[in-house]
């Protein structure tokens, strides 16, 4: 299938913003939504909405059966091993919380180390924080180079016979490095350490095989996935969800409560407590399949042509500066100018209708580590085309224009 | 609204050229606000004398052109300046924003009205108006707090 005419598949792209037309470069935040996405949510809610795994009428058993589909569509999709192995969450905020927690209740001691890296957004630090807090962990940061990259041998200086865990992002959302994650699963495993991968960004921009990679944990985002708001999946190794206590008490998640014991269900419902999101599970099947239509591998070069080029085009302009030059980039030009702070970079790309994200994008200590306050930050996704770089280097010119350098 | 009416050439003089940057000597009462949304940072230092006249005012701070600027503004204006008339021009910068109020105080020059004022353009953008008003509201914090 062919990028040409994509923009007609999300009706966001039908508005103007100030007059001109959407040019939306904040996918890493959070990506748009193909109608076929949005049309499954409001025929699931027309025609088949009914709470899931509860009730024996029909809508139940409908409703059941296609969430349970899109279980098995995420299994097969990121070729996992069995599907208790597929846990739902509101994001993938929450499915590291959720081995953090669990993981951490029944298998971190005071003194055992967890090794996280510099270029970790807040989701995958804070929750580890908190076990550094409630059970005298450490917290160890392999250290972001040069480039804005991290080298495997930073992993091997930084593990111990006291690391307990290791947990990295797959791709940075400021430096768009794409961390070595066989070469660190390869190690993990030499020293039996279980490695989370917080695949936030990674997910919709990669090939996606669990265990290929080998990781025992790896967190997604649906909404970065062209998929709905509220939902996030966690793969957990059977090993793990077999062993690991549950998350949060409620419905669903119970084999038998009495008044002296309860006994809980076995994965995935150990870890679903609660009504859990419906109409976003359902209608992510479709969020698959429409990344399966284009072909996750042509994605992948799509957005590598249109970064090549932005990186090109932004690196003519001396006044921007890029940042970080990692080897293995994808989809992420973070960037400031001299004299412009990012928040005013943003207000005047909007007037272009050019939509970026200005911040720390969730992490301080990158942006401690690179001495600044803030970046701005264009992110590709599957929607965007080289014209759309084109309006954006137009835009950071007015950005000089205005504030007259 | 257009970009320039945001972006005025006041409000660009103050964010280039901030005026009262740095700790004011012997300053008596301070406070500091952050915005960790987007990283703003301001801290604002001054002297509140037995007559309750602010004699010196000052502010350190990293931020937009807008936060920069409205800092800057706010020492150049109170400075030198009572207590309770910082108060009440405080309250009236924050209704302007907020409720798109004038600001008509008489014992302000014109220029000082037309300086404060040009910070009026942020009304119309939403998600800057905290930008605008950090400063004032850590004005007002810092007068109720002595070192």
Not at chain 1, 229 to 256: C, F, H, S, T
Not at chain 1, 317 to 340: Q, Y
């Amino acid at each position: 299938m062919k990028f040409d005419n994509i923009k007609s598949k999300f009706p966001i792209f039908k508005q103007k913003i100030k007059g001109k037309p959407l040019i939306y470069l904040d996918s890493a935040n959070s990506s748009q939504k193909p109608k076929t996405v949005i049309d499954e949510m409001s025929k699931f809610y027309e025609t088949e909405f009914s709470n899931v795994g509860r009730s024996v009428h029909t809508l139940a058993v409908k409703a059941t059966n296609k969430f349970e589909q899109t279980r098995d569509i995420v299994k097969s999709y990121v070729n996992a091993k069995y599907r208790e192995e597929i846990i739902f969450t509101k994001g993938a905020t929450e499915a590291i919380n959720l081995v953090a927690n669990t993981y951490g209740e029944k298998f971190i001691k005071e003194g055992d180390e967890i090794l996280v890296t510099e270029l970790e957004h807040h989701s995958n630090y804070v929750p580890w924080h908190y076990l550094r807090k409630k059970k005298g962990a450490i917290i160890k940061f392999a250290l972001v180079n040069g480039n804005g990259e991290i080298d495997i041998d930073e992993f091997k200086n930084q593990i111990t016979d006291k690391t307990k865990m290791i947990a990295f992002t797959h791709i940075s959302n400021v430096t768009g490095a794409i961390l070595p994650i066989k070469k660190i699963t390869d190690l993990a495993k030499s020293k039996n350490i279980p490695v989370l991968i917080d695949g936030t960004q990674g997910a919709p921009h990669s090939v996606l095989d669990v265990q290929d990679l080998g990781c025992d944990f790896y967190a997604i985002s649906c909404h970065k996935m062209y998929g709905p708001n509220g939902l996030g999946i966690l793969y957990a190794k059977k090993k793990w969800v077999d062993v690991l206590p549950p998350y949060q008490g409620g419905g669903g998640m119970i084999n038998e409560v009495k008044k002296d014991d309860i006994t809980y269900a076995d994965s995935p419902n150990k870890f679903e407590a609660g009504t859990m999101q419906t109409a976003e599970v359902v209608a992510f099947a479709n969020s698959i399949k429409f990344i399966k239509e284009f072909g996750i591998k042509n994605i992948e070069k799509h957005e590598s042509q249109i970064l090549e080029y932005g990186l090109e085009k932004l690196r003519k302009d001396n006044s921007v500066n890029i940042i970080g030059n990692p080897k293995n980039r994808a989809s992420i030009i973070s960037f400031t100018i001299k004299g412009i702070h990012p928040h005013d970079i943003a207000t005047i790309l909007d007037d272009d209708g050019v939509a970026i994200r200005a911040g720390h994008h969730c992490c301080q200590i990158l942006h401690d580590k690179l001495g600044i306050p803030a970046s701005a930050r264009a992110s590709i996704g599957v929607y965007n085309s080289k014209e759309d770089i084109d309006v954006l280097s137009e835009s950071i010119k007015k950005c000089k224009k205005v504030f007259q350098i | 609204m257009e970009l320039k009416e945001l972006y005025q050439e006041i409000i660009l003089d103050h964010a280039k050229n901030p005026r009262n940057k740095g700790k004011c000597e012997g300053y008596n009462h301070d406070a500091k606000a952050h915005n960790p949304l987007c990283g703003d940072k301001v801290h604002i230092y001054l002297k509140l004398d037995k007559d309750k006249n602010i004699s010196d005012l000052s502010f350190e701070g990293e931020g937009c052109a807008i936060s920069l600027a409205s800092a800057s503004i706010l020492t150049d204006t109170l400075k030198g300046r009572d207590l309770q008339f910082s108060t009440k021009i405080t309250d009236d910068f924050l209704n302007m924003l907020k409720n798109k109020s004038k600001i008509t105080l008489n014992s302000l020059s014109e220029n000082q009205i037309t300086t404060i004022s040009s910070l009026s353009g942020v009304q119309e953008f939403p998600m800057r108006i905290k930008c605008a008003t950090m400063a004032w509201h850590t004005l007002l914090s810092a007068l109720k707090k002595k070192v």
